[in-house]
């Protein structure tokens, strides 16, 4: 078997973040002055890529700098005790590592707070190359940060694939020509997605 880069997807799919991705958003939209946002309606909504977020959450055209501060400032007071990896984690990514598969993070959390919150969880050094919202022009369901990483570990769109939770990580996947799994235990249940970690591991060390 020929190794290959296998790609992840960050929140929903490696770390299930879901009470600190509602609560950071709820602190952003307390420091505008806005009444928060029931946990479960963020989390049906954080994927959703016909929406704008900025506009939906915070009642703004984009993103600007206070809003990432904030949101920031939130993730790393709070990781430590909100963060999991999902049960099965840590011993795929060992497995992939044996078999010499290159792996890679894209996410469209911000540089900072992925770093910091892969290092909290111990798996930081198992990537070759990591991917954020910050480091490329458009956030996923563009294809730009699959690009950069194809570029980074000087790997043929071929030789990849992109493990993802949502409609935007499939979007991208598809643009960039990279075959795409998705998996249900994140923030989206789809009926055709992979429902266990077990079951991804048998996918991915067979492609």
Known sequence: MKSKLIIFDMDGTLVNSSLTIANAINY??????F?????????????DHTIN?????????????DHERWFSEYYTKNHEKELVLYD????????????????????????????????????????????????VAQGKPHPDMLYKLL??????????????????DEMASQKAGIPYTMVDWGFTEHTD????????????LRV
């Open 35 to 47: 009444e928060p946002m029931e946990q479960e309606y963020i989390l049906k909504h954080v994927n």
């Open 193 to 204: 997605a992979v429902r266990s970690v077990k079951e991804l591991e048998k996918i991915l």
């Open 53 to 65: 977020p900025a506009q939906f959450f915070y009642h703004s055209k984009r993103f600007d700098p």
């Open 151 to 168: 570029e980074e570990t000087n790997t043929e769109k071929e030789k990849a694939h992109f493990v993802g939770d949502g409609p935007r």
């Open 88 to 135: 099965g984690i840590r011993e795929l990514l060992d497995a992939l590592k044996e078999k010499g598969h290159a792996l890679g993070v894209a996410t469209n959390a911000y540089r900072g707070s992925t770093i910091e919150s892969l290092t909290h969880l111990g798996v930081h050094d198992h990537f070759d190359a990591i991917a954020c919202y910050d480091d």
């Open 28 to 33: 952003v939209r307390q420091n505008l002055g």
